[in-house]
């Protein structure tokens, strides 16, 4: 089946909106926000550690003191991220 006006080699096998490993994987790499190397960001506000204004407690046992945001998002006491190995950005 060939849609008028496209040419055959346009019509390529991933025609139907679908890109091309190779491309996608460019694409996503290209279109990502995701955050600097380094930086964790708050999974609440979506900023980073340094700009969150966020209460800040642990999430698994409600410490306030030594609390730091890890790779999930999600704020940890000290003891809690070393008991879970939990990392944080440095």
């Known amino acids: 089946m060939r849609c008028r ?3 055959s080699w346009q019509l390529g096998s991933d025609y139907q909106g679908h890109f091309s490993r190779a ?22 506000c979506d900023q980073s550690e340094t700009s969150c204004d966020c209460e800040k407690f642990c999430c698994l046992c409600q410490a306030v003191t ?9 704020m940890y006491c000290e003891d ?5 190995d939990y990392k944080t950005s440095d």
């Open 23 to 44: 491309a996608e994987a460019r694409y996503i790499s290209l279109m990502s926000a995701g955050a600097s190397p380094g930086k964790y960001h708050c999974a609440q």
């Open 66 to 74: 030594n609390i730091r945001v890890c790779d999930d998002g999600l």
């Open 80 to 84: 809690c991220r070393k008991a879970c």
């Open 5 to 7: 006006g496209m040419r």
